[in-house]
């Protein structure tokens, strides 16, 4: 079962032993429309979309899959992966539909949205890598929401960020923070500084699988920071080669909980995790961008999840109004292994922002 994981593979960065010389992130927060001007892109989004059509047109070349459940406030979810979006609308989403209208869209570059490449651009190394990041990395990410929150016409967003996506939505409530209402932050990856510390994905995996499991997970992460071979894959190879986390994935959260729920994800993206990656780089610190995140925060953080209670706690302290909830009996997927409790949690922080 390919697994949507948060925090994927950045957080070993150099420890792992991976070939990445190139140590800055290329992502700039406070950039967002001046990179897209300096390309020659707008945020603006063609007129007349329906917010409910099963996909929006955010970009000439770019249209985003979407599906919308429930009925009411409207919520915006961010998946994580990065790049694997969700196969069908959460359980707690459908829980809630009575009072809230869930919006998932797969982000540009995975599941059924369009993807920019099909091959590496031309030029070397250097230069395909740069050509990656500008179409797929955070700021492409982070204009997308913005054409998503013009084209649902709301003065500001309710957003739910799933792991990867809870740093994405986030960045999105720091770049833009009069623009988002309320922020929920489920399993948030801990990349708010790099390296991540105890939030390093991959030692509480490799900590959990047998001794072939750890093998086949040193093997995939050599194959997956060999940036300039993997420019040479296609789309195809890089999306199978990034979706095979996670059945390694799998075996360490049932090998530590036989009965967690892991629920599927839609088809994997290949150059967007790459991108990210190069937005990402090998270190950072965004904590002080951060504070500038207005919006009223719930941080979602699953008792079971492998990802260390510590970690999420740092996400949480980022943040000028964030609190913590966490959850008895769930791990990564709280929102599917413990609907009632997640939907619960939901409703009393969205009702409480009313009064």
Same mark, same amino acid.
């Given at each position: 079962?390919?697994?949507?994981?948060?925090?994927?593979?950045? *957080? $070993? =960065?150099?420890?792992? &032993? @991976?070939?990445?010389?190139?140590?800055? +992130?290329?992502?700039? %927060?406070?950039? !967002? /429309?001046?990179?897209?001007?300096?390309?020659?892109?707008?945020?603006?989004?063609?007129?007349?979309?329906?917010?409910?059509?099963?996909?929006?047109?955010?970009?000439?070349?770019?249209?985003?899959?979407?599906?919308?459940?429930?009925?009411?406030?409207?919520?915006?979810?961010?998946?994580?992966?990065?790049?694997?979006?969700?196969?069908?609308?959460?359980?707690?989403?459908?829980?809630?539909?009575?009072?809230?209208?869930?919006?998932?869209?797969?982000?540009?570059?995975?599941?059924?949205?369009?993807?920019?490449?099909?091959?590496?651009?031309?030029?070397?190394?250097?230069?395909?890598?740069?050509?990656?990041?500008?179409?797929?990395?955070?700021?492409?990410?982070?204009?997308?929401?913005?054409?998503?929150?013009?084209?649902?016409?709301?003065?500001?967003?309710? *957003? $739910? =960020?799933?792991?990867? &996506? @809870?740093?994405?939505?986030?960045?999105? +409530?720091?770049?833009? %923070?009069?623009? !988002? /209402?309320?922020?929920?932050?489920?399993?948030?990856?801990?990349?708010?500084?790099?390296?991540?510390?105890?939030?390093?994905?991959?030692?509480?995996?490799?900590?959990?699988?047998?001794?072939?499991?750890?093998?086949?997970?040193?093997?995939?992460?050599?194959?997956?920071?060999?940036?300039?071979?993997?420019?040479?894959?296609?789309?195809?190879?890089?999306?199978?080669?990034?979706?095979?986390?996670?059945?390694?994935?799998?075996?360490?959260?049932?090998?530590?909980?036989?009965?967690?729920?892991?629920?599927?994800?839609?088809?994997?993206?290949?150059?967007?995790?790459?991108?990210?990656?190069?937005?990402?780089?090998?270190?950072?610190?965004?904590?002080?961008?951060?504070?500038?995140?207005?919006?009223?925060?719930?941080?979602?953080?699953?008792?079971?999840?492998?990802?260390?209670?510590?970690?999420?706690?740092?996400?949480?302290?980022?943040?000028?109004?964030?609190?913590?909830?966490?959850?008895?009996?769930?791990?990564?997927?709280?929102?599917?292994?413990?609907?009632?409790?997640?939907?619960?949690?939901?409703?009393?922080?969205?009702?409480?922002?009313?009064?």
């Amino acid at each position: 079962m390919v697994v949507a994981l948060g925090a994927l593979v950045l *957080l $070993v =960065g150099a420890a792992a &032993g @991976a070939w990445w010389w190139m140590g800055r +992130a290329l992502f700039q %927060p406070g950039t !967002v /429309e001046q990179v897209l001007a300096a390309r020659g892109e707008t945020l603006e989004v063609p007129p007349g979309q329906r917010a409910d059509a099963p996909s929006w047109q955010v970009a000439p070349d770019v249209r985003l899959h979407h599906v919308a459940v429930g009925e009411g406030r409207d919520v915006v979810v961010v998946h994580g992966g990065p790049g694997l979006p969700p196969a069908e609308p959460w359980r707690a989403a459908v829980l809630t539909g009575d009072t809230l209208r869930w919006h998932f869209y797969d982000q540009r570059g995975c599941g059924a949205s369009s993807r920019p490449f099909t091959h590496a651009p031309s030029g070397g190394t250097w230069q395909a890598m740069q050509a990656v990041e500008a179409q797929l990395g955070l700021a492409a990410q982070l204009a997308d929401l913005e054409r998503i929150r013009r084209l649902l016409g709301k003065e500001r967003l309710t *957003l $739910v =960020g799933h792991s990867f &996506g @809870a740093l994405v939505a986030a960045l999105y +409530a720091a770049e833009w %923070p009069e623009r !988002v /209402e309320a922020l929920v932050l489920v399993a948030p990856a801990p990349l708010v500084t790099m390296p991540a510390g105890d939030g390093d994905l991959f030692t509480q995996v490799r900590a959990r699988l047998d001794a072939e499991g750890q093998r086949a997970l040193e093997a995939w992460m050599k194959h997956t920071f060999d940036f300039p071979a993997r420019l040479k894959d296609d789309e195809a190879r890089l999306a199978e080669h990034f979706a095979g986390f996670g059945s390694l994935y799998a075996q360490a959260a049932r090998r530590e909980r036989p009965e967690a729920r892991l629920p599927g994800s839609g088809a994997a993206g290949g150059f967007l995790s790459l991108g990210l990656y190069l937005s990402l780089g090998r270190h950072h610190d965004w904590s002080d961008w951060l504070r500038r995140v207005r919006a009223p925060t719930l941080v979602i953080h699953g008792a079971e999840d492998l990802q260390p209670r510590s970690a999420t706690a740092r996400v949480v302290e980022a943040l000028p109004h964030a609190r913590l909830v966490e959850l008895e009996g769930s791990g990564h997927f709280p929102f599917e292994e413990q609907p009632e409790a997640f939907a619960a949690a939901l409703r009393a922080f969205l009702t409480e922002m009313k009064r």
